[in-house]
């Protein structure tokens, strides 16, 4: 398995072209090692959701310290005939030496702040974009797509069941590191299993019970050799006429006699709300009470939140291509955007300036802000401000909206309190960022979550959470915007 | 690079968990050799469209070949403390012994018709499941989904730029790869572009244009260093007041001097057809009319054919997130079901039931034809019989629905003419199938494609291609579903 990166997976070719074909100009220009500014950041929540979950950080940390041109790399980007020798040599001896701060992973974040920052040389700031915007992309978006399903199973586990469906091998194993962040309960693939050490769970399929000359040999076969945990699939052939009564057949004269229960019945077919109230009686009425009901059929957040309504009787989820896809919103749209270009020591704000007027960005070195309310202890909002900055509880804090400077509000002085979002990860090419684990990782999420009004996390018309600018920064963005206009 | 999994990678573990308590239990059982054939098939074409594009299969031949437990992956299952160290010794010299049969890759496919089939002992047939899936439904839809936007383009070359928003690097590279399958012009990830040996482009980014004091010498920069494929992006501040005027102004004062002709101008945001008309003739009247305009902006098959109908100018197309992800239908719901055990060197046809209709399996060990009309060379049917069956084009050839047998359609001898739609591609756990290039892979798709009517690749309401079964075969499976019913 070399899905570890650390140890023998290099990913630094996952990298656009175009990539490429500016560092080399950089390079022939001589202005290369110009230090510049980026952010990475998104416009909109998918699923017209209120809030992401981000993560990925721990991959954009290995795949950086890996980034190296290998020899077959570099030989195959000369057979392109579009660089020279010297800049062959600049790659051979490629390496990040930049600065990166980034939200760390299971924080909720929001449209428009900078999820990460990178300052560097013009030349590696570029180079690292396109695996940069992959990994964080990817598992912000899944681990999104599962807080959402998690959050209408109601306390219920949920778990990752969504390999077969996933879009390539790293989508299913990566995929399930970022649904475990997004509070599933494991995973059925290995492979995330092992790296990742989220739990892994599995029983069994239908070609098991088919490949028995009746359901109940497969059932017997089955609870002799997992009698601790047996956990049969009961709608092969008629979930309440077959399933079902062999099932309880089993539990009475195989595990029984061991001294065993029944630890579970799955369903993966068929009407859920209907088929899981009539096994539960049936189960009831044969002092099953113990045996738990598990339902994997395309189930998303709304068909979970249905069925529960419903009164299904439902113990746990099994969850497979629309949370390792996130199929209703399968793209999150980070993008990577120049905020800033060192000259002469002085820090100069870009802008990019769209017609679309959501496409603007905001200038400048940034950081960005979390403010509580100190009386709730609830966030009000997240306030972006340039990076020298300094915050003052003592004094009010007037915060405006991203274009509208008409639009802003007034915290009172001694009300409010604050936190930075970003960690600083890469330090001058070394990483400073301590590697959390999984379970670490969903702590901390917690803890942010509970920071945050419920109405944030709302699946339809969830409550708008401001994400504001300072003073200064709304001031120097509306006077680059008239500038370039003008 | 370590994505060529036939050098480098094992994907073993991308593998359900399911596969490996099923697999013990058969290994506890002592069933583990018994031969059993799995059929992996679909049940409906993304995007409701015609036609599905086979792809992944050299993926599925180096995963099996690659395929292994290392010492890792055993610690690590022992840690599960669910299996025994007679099972890991089997694991442990785990190699794959069945027969594979595949559709080519590039071959157009339809629903319920086995695209793989496997023959093997069960457990090494349950084994390969998992990863089975994950690259042929991984690469089938998106070169699906790149052939219904290629399509839209009507001849013009489009190229896959979509890394970024893919789900993970595999889905970046391989994503790519079954995008050219499908028939992307080439890719922009360069992963791809070397392993696959798939032709690479890029230019610049925003970044690029804002990192410069101004438009003009970025576009001069980038002429000096790309003198002979000058595409220039001109959108960054306003595409029709600065963009293409400082692009046709360095065309005349930077290109023009050194005897060469900007190659392209390439546009990102706004209004398409306005822009791409106006910028057309803006081009033309500098004498420009051997400039490309390029367009890349969340593009897809609908946005395509509309703005061309529109008389957008274009040229060429770049087109992300909704090719890499097939945003639109992100999932390719391939399944890999049970069809027959062997028992005393006898076949036994299995089926699955389902409250489903649609679910219900087709049993049995089977092959699949297509049926070509002689007078128009085109595709009628395709044809599922069991797999000793023999087709006589000298006889009359009755086929029937999936379930409906009254829904039928007599060929009349002699006018039709029959081909075997799988290829050999294990035998006795050897590969006997060549790889071929990707080239050879498009050329067999266009050849393939001209087999079947126009009609079947419409977006909207496309034909309905039919795939039946033979008479023994529908026979056999109407008895099987009135003995599990009755």
Redesign the interface.
Known sequence: ??FNVNS???????????????S???F??G?KD?I?Y?DMFYRKNPDDGGVVIAAGVQQLIEAIQNMHF?D??ID??RG?G?FDEAFFDYLRNFKFTGSIWAVPEGTPVFPYEPLVTVKAP?IEA?MI???L??TI??QS??ATKTRRIVQEAKGRPVME?G?????????????ARAAYIGGAAGT????A??IFNIP?????????V??FDNEYDAFK??AE??PDNCILLV?????LKSGVPNAIEVAEQVLEPMGKRLAGIRID???IAYLTKKARAMLDVAGLTDCKISISNSLDEYLIRSVLEQGAQIDSFGVG?NMI???SA?????V???AA?ERDGKIIP???????TE?ITNPGYKKVYRLIEKETNKAIADLITFADEIIDPDDDLTIYSQLDKWLNKTLPAGEFKFYELQKEVFKDGKCVYPEFTLDEIREYKKKQEELLWDEVFRLEYPHKYYVDLSRKLIDYKLKMLEE?RG
């Open positions: 398995m070399n023998a997976r290099n990913i630094t070719l996952v990298m656009d072209f175009y990539e490429l074909t500016m080399y100009n950089y022939k220009q202005k110009e510049v980026f290998s077959g790399d195959y980007l392109l579009v013009i570029q974009e396109t695996f915007l992959v992309n990817h978006l899944i069941f390999a077969r469906r996933a879009q390539g091998y790293d989508a299913a194993t990566y995929g059925a693939t290995v492979s299993g092992k892994v769970l599995g029983t069994m399929a239908h070609s098991f088919q490949s076969a089955y050799i997992y709608d092969t052939y008629d979930t077919s068929g009407d291509e896809t996130s199929k399968p793209v999150f749209g980070g990577y955007k120049m270009v870009k802008i990019k300036i769209s017609e679309n496409k370039k």
